[in-house]
């Protein structure tokens, strides 16, 4: 069961389990926490926020692409099925579009996260 955080009961009364909403949440945290940022999960995060002073290349790109799609399924592996992951940065922003469903579930979602700039 994957409880929702902060801890709360549902209509019936009973535990309320994560949304995807929550989950959303979740996946943009790991995005976005760059690692030995959290004192007591030091390895906790992605490294995403490094893409934009990397040096453009496609090799670059699919680098990263597969270390966030990593982050993704160690920590939070049990929630979701990583299913694709695209970065970009354009200018001061990056933008970062993830596929995946959540692991009692077959829907599909796709959620875009921006970061710096205008968003």
């Known amino acids: 069961m994957n409880l929702f955080f902060p801890y709360q009961l549902d209509a ?16 943009e945290q790991v995005l976005f926490t760059a690692p030995g940022e959290r004192v007591n999960v030091p390895d906790f995060g992605s490294g995403l926020l490094q893409l934009p002073f990397a040096p453009n290349s496609q090799e670059m790109a699919t680098a990263t692409q597969f270390a966030v799609q990593g982050a993704l ?47």
Do not use: P
């Open 12 to 27: 019936r009364g009973r535990t309320q389990e994560a949304a995807e909403q929550y989950v959303a949440q979740l996946v």
């Open 73 to 119: 399924q160690k920590w939070l592996g049990n929630l979701v099925r990583v299913q694709s992951v695209i970065a970009s940065a354009q200018e001061a922003t990056l933008s970062v579009t993830v596929t995946y469903s959540l692991v009692n579930s077959d829907v599909t979602q796709v959620q875009t996260f921006n970061y710096g700039g205008n968003s």
